[in-house]
């Protein structure tokens, strides 16, 4: 036993014997390995950040590969759909359950005027600046002749004037089963609306029931007879500041009644109950002084007309007065895009179809100048079709000026028929 105790203490004496590592060399060496774990410890952190940072910049990488190739399909899709005149939209309450959007042909401009003008008057500018409209009667009110940049109107002043077309047979119903009426006027700033009365207030012993009038602002119409109201889109009913040059366009067929503001379609009824018989224009609350004058210009009715495609196979060609163009220009006006629609669907149905597009113009003016205006008016509708996607070798046009009227050139209506666009089959 007592050897193993002393075996047992040998070692500690050894260690007591052993000359001891003062504190200052510990408290050194210590130092160090705390030095190399600290530098250890922030290279192993740097590592992990700089892996993080190259992790992020891939994952962005990889999401904008994935959000380009996203926006293509959907651009494809989307592509095809156009192709197809389909869309596809995800059903509320079940994101994987889609359904076919139908395709919707709307035609919100289908105004095509007349065959025939039985009354025109833009007004002449042989009227004389301050007297009362040669062509018109008057009921109330007042309304004279005045030029604004550089075209005769008619200027409707003094309380609420209202007019009729001055003619020889206005005691009669003037206004056929088929005819259109157009006209534009101008609203001024606060300016109240208009009436357009489908019967002659002065001649024309219509019963009060059958009194049927509309009332147009550059908002929209209101027809009374009907009940029907339609606004303008994209402009306040209610907003008696607006003031503009307006189109109103009015489309009668048997019983049918369509009015259009500008190049939209605001009211269109099946089945109207009155006759219309003739036309009185009528201005509210028209004063020169308070600059709440009503202007009006380009009045013109029309009777008929036959369909494009029946007038094609019965006389070769179709007739239209009704696509208009600026004072001695070649530009065309928003209102002439009814008949050249139809026109294009005509060819567009028809593709064995091909026409000529011959310009023709009324006798005032020089021969050459209307030579050359009619060429380049019969160029401008052949390029307004051709850009809508009809094939250029389908087209020609060709011009005629006055050597070809179809009417006398001594009338205002006589003019308004000679001054006209035909497309003659080729």
């Known amino acids: 036993m007592m050897k193993s105790l002393l075996k047992g203490l040998i070692p500690l004496l050894f260690f007591l014997c052993t000359p001891q590592i003062t504190h200052g060399q ?52 989307e592509t095809e759909e156009k192709k197809t005149g389909n869309s596809t939209v995800k059903k509320e309450g079940n994101e994987n359950q889609e359904i076919v959007e139908p395709k919707v042909v709307w035609n919100k401009f289908d105004f095509v005027p007349g065959d025939t003008v039985i009354f025109e008057d833009a007004p002449s500018a042989e009227e004389e600046n301050g007297e009362f409209p040669s062509r018109w009667d008057l009921i109330k ?33 003037y206004l056929p ?15 109240n609306r208009i009436s357009v009365y489908l019967t002659d207030y002065k001649n024309q012993k219509t019963p009060n029931k059958y009194k049927m009038y509309m009332d147009i602002s550059s908002g929209g119409v209101s027809e009374k007879l009907a009940g029907v109201t339609g606004n303008f889109p994209g402009i306040d009913y209610r907003n008696s500041s607006d003031a503009r040059w307006i189109h109103v366009s009015i489309a009668f067929t048997k019983g049918k009644l369509k009015v259009y503001m500008d190049d939209t ?40 007309g036959v369909k494009y495609y029946d007038r094609v196979l019965s006389e070769g060609k179709i007739i239209v007065n009704g696509i ?18 139809k026109i294009y669907q005509l060819m567009q149905k028809q593709p064995n179809l091909n026409f000529s597009v011959e310009g023709h113009t009324d006798s005032d003016g020089g021969d050459d100048v209307n030579m050359t205006l009619s060429k380049a008016r019969g160029k401008t509708v052949m390029g307004k079709l051709i850009g809508m996607g009809i094939a250029g070798e389908r087209l020609k046009f060709n011009g005629f000026g006055e050597s070809k009227p179809i009417d006398n050139n001594s009338t205002p209506e006589g003019k308004a028929n000679n001054r006209r666009v035909e497309f003659v089959k080729f």
């Open 141 to 173: 009110g007042q309304v004279e002749i005045a030029n604004i940049d550089g075209e005769n109107v008619m200027m409707f002043i003094d309380g609420s004037p209202m007019i009729i077309p001055y003619l020889k047979n206005s005691k009669e119903d």
């Open 324 to 341: 208009k163009f600026d004072v001695n220009k070649a530009t065309l006006k928003p209102e002439s895009m009814g008949p050249i629609n």
């Open 177 to 191: 089963e088929i005819f259109t009426i157009e006209f534009d006027f101008y609203k001024p700033v606060k300016g």
């Open 265 to 304: 379609r605001v009211i269109n009824i099946p089945h109207y109950e009155g006759n219309p018989s003739g036309l009185s224009l009528q201005a509210y609350w028209a004063e020169l002084e308070a600059d709440k004058a009503f202007y009006f210009k380009n009045i013109r009715i029309a009777k008929g």
């Open 26 to 77: 510990f408290l050194k060496k210590l130092a160090k390995k705390a030095e190399a774990k600290v530098e250890r410890e922030a290279e192993e952190r740097a590592e992990k950040r700089v892996n993080k940072k190259i992790d992020e910049e891939f994952d962005k990488a990889e999401d904008a590969i994935d959000g380009k190739d996203k926006k293509e399909e959907k651009k494809n899709k």
